[in-house]
């Protein structure tokens, strides 16, 4: 049977989602973003892929979030997504906003890996070619060089943008005074940063605590979090054990030395609070993290339309009491 041909819904922007001002620029994100770390490389199927992406664009997810590497295998997450650019998104790419990375390791020798500009430029042009795009909406410097010098790095970001090959840029994983040199370079020459990703949920938040938030606000740069969930552990998945479908299962990227009687421990006191107010771990977690300004959107990962399906609700999330916060702070110190 062929599959017919994608429409999405004429309702996917009054489907409950909401969008905030992504720093002081023109750009809207969806508080919710699909990121393609898992789950959609060669190794998923492309019919789980296709209907995640259509379920996640009928309810107003716009901006999916790429890189060089993702898959697993490397490249075959932009492949995966070239493939639905292809097949349905084609003619909505205005409505998309997609972006790509380049920083970690994604082919042998001196110029597959870090911040040279040869290494940035080199990666962005095949991320294209396998995403089957004339442009990315956002790249991003994945991680901080401490051995190329920041203005090459940052000069590439400048170039690219003057290219035509991204509409804007942002930094990943920097820490906060290579960060301000950034925003300032970046911003001198006419091309802002736009954004900021980071690691920041209930158990990592760096952001918080090292200034990278209130900096990036000060700026007039958004945020983005990325691992919101603490890669699955701040769900209900982990409870009762580790479930045989599972991440730690399957020995990918979260280890089961993660999963300590102690951070059991915090997960299930986390969960009576959630409970309490009504949510499923998960959303009180995404919740938390859209509960100020500091923070414009956050990616979240999926395996199923089931799983966006639950993230979702995180989106009607009742606001925190002073209690509450007060609590799930001490919870999440205890240890």
Not at 79 to 96: A, C, N, Q, V
Not at 120 to 144: E, G
Not at 292 to 309: F, R
Request: proline share 4%; charged share 20%; net charge neutral.
């Amino acid at each position: 049977m062929i599959n017919p041909i994608y429409s999405p819904t004429s309702e996917r922007y009054n489907n409950g989602m909401k969008y905030r001002r992504c720093g002081k620029s023109g750009i809207l994100l969806p508080e919710i973003s699909l990121g393609f770390w898992h789950n959609f490389g060669d190794v998923n199927t492309l019919a789980n892929a296709l209907e995640m992406s259509h379920y996640a664009f009928d309810h107003g997810i716009n901006h999916f979030d790429l890189a060089n590497n993702y898959g697993p295998s490397y490249g075959s997450a932009e492949e995966t997504f070239g493939i639905l650019m292809k097949k349905s998104f084609l003619p909505y790419r205005d409505e998309l906003f997609i972006s790509s990375k380049a920083g970690f390791d994604m082919w042998p020798g001196p110029y597959g890996n870090w911040g040279s500009r040869k290494y940035l430029m080199a990666s962005l042009n095949q991320s294209l070619k396998r995403m089957n795009l004339d442009y990315v909406d956002l790249f991003y410097s994945h991680r901080y060089d401490p051995e190329t010098p920041l203005e090459e790095t940052l000069q590439a970001l400048v170039d690219i943008v003057r290219q035509g090959k991204a509409l804007y840029v942002g930094i990943s994983r920097w820490p906060h005074e290579a960060s301000q040199i950034a925003y300032e370079y970046l911003a001198a020459r006419d091309v802002p940063c736009l954004i900021y990703q980071g690691c920041y949920n209930l158990f990592r938040r760096y952001p918080e605590t090292e200034g990278i938030l209130k900096q990036a606000k000060e700026n007039g740069v958004g945020f983005i979090s990325f691992s919101p969930l603490a890669e699955g552990l701040l769900t209900d998945r982990y409870l009762n054990g580790i479930p045989q479908d599972s991440r730690i299962a399957h020995g990918g990227h979260l280890k089961k030395e993660k999963l300590t009687e102690n951070v059991l421990a915090k997960i299930k006191a986390l969960n009576e609070v959630a409970q309490r107010r009504g949510q499923t771990l998960a959303e009180m977690a995404l919740a938390w993290i859209l509960k100020d300004d500091y923070v414009t959107s956050v990616l979240i990962g999926s395996s199923s339309v089931g799983q966006l399906e639950k993230n979702l609700k995180a989106l009607n999330s009742t606001p925190f009491t002073q209690e509450e916060l007060d609590e799930i702070n001490r919870i999440c110190q205890i240890g």
